[in-house]
């Protein structure tokens, strides 16, 4: 097995992971590469349209619907306009405070935008697995940006003067873009090597790149080995190590200007979920609900002051790269 992300051949193990998001009773073999420690999905007469089902989560939310109201779009357009400026205590304060998960997850892509440091008018940006088109949509409203979603399975086609969602893949994109993302896309993908090649391509002078993943380098995927729910088998084509993901990054000529963690408390309590049993889009789990978990306050605290402490140390379920060409 050629592993994903490194690209040499060599298996340490493989591991059998079984579906948990839908619970359909199939297990898929995931091979651990002997060099980088990242996985990759061994399993491949697999059809991808039976993977993504119209309700599938990242498909369903409706952006236009979903800001419709002056209010939401009001504090969506204050946390976009945070993500271009220089003060990022509103995006933190949305990242701590907010009652519901979906915008502490919008927060999070948010600051990994202002993390990318790119400021000024005119900015082109372009999402790459952008499901339903949020995000590009939220950071359009900052008013300072063309933003493009692009996702093969896009709910629908929208074309704005500064939004746009299509249903196609990165390599039909033409143009150049100042920013192109990958928020927890690029692991879903069959060749990340020349998805990132081609997205280089595209990257205009001082462009940046954002990346982030879920990472085997980890201590949710040492204590939960294959009960993680970031492992979401057999969506997740490969799930990187970090030196695999910098050895990739290294052999596309792709520079890392930071890097940092942005785990939450989902890596314990939605992994305990999954190793009790639960289905993650039963309600009773809290993943399809956005709220958080059935834990009490202090529990709750103690978790958080946990994942905290996991992402000082570099040691968090997912990570943020910030690359340049
Ligand atoms: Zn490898």
Known sequence: MVCLICGKSGTKTIHLVEECMYRTGFSYDYSEC???????????????????????????SDPLATFSSPIAKFVAQLLACSAFSHFGVILKAAHAFAPRRDIRTLSSILRSVRASEIRGSDIRILDVGSGSGLVPFVLSLAGNNFSMGIDPFAPNTIKKKSFALERTELSDVSGTFDLIMFHHSLEHTAN?????????????????MIIRVPTVSSDAWSNFRTYWYQLDAPRHRSIPSRSGLEQLFASIGLRIETKYDDSTTTQFWLSENVKSGLSLMDPASNFSTFRGSHKNFLHKALDAKKARKLNANLAGDQCCYILSA
């Open 192 to 208: 990340p090597n020349q998805l990132l090649k081609t997205a280089k391509g595209l990257l205009g002078p001082d462009g940046r």
């Open 34 to 60: 002997e060099h980088c420690a990242s996985l990759s999905r061994t399993t491949d007469d697999i059809d991808e349209n039976e993977l993504y089902p119209s309700q599938y989560y990242s498909l369903t």
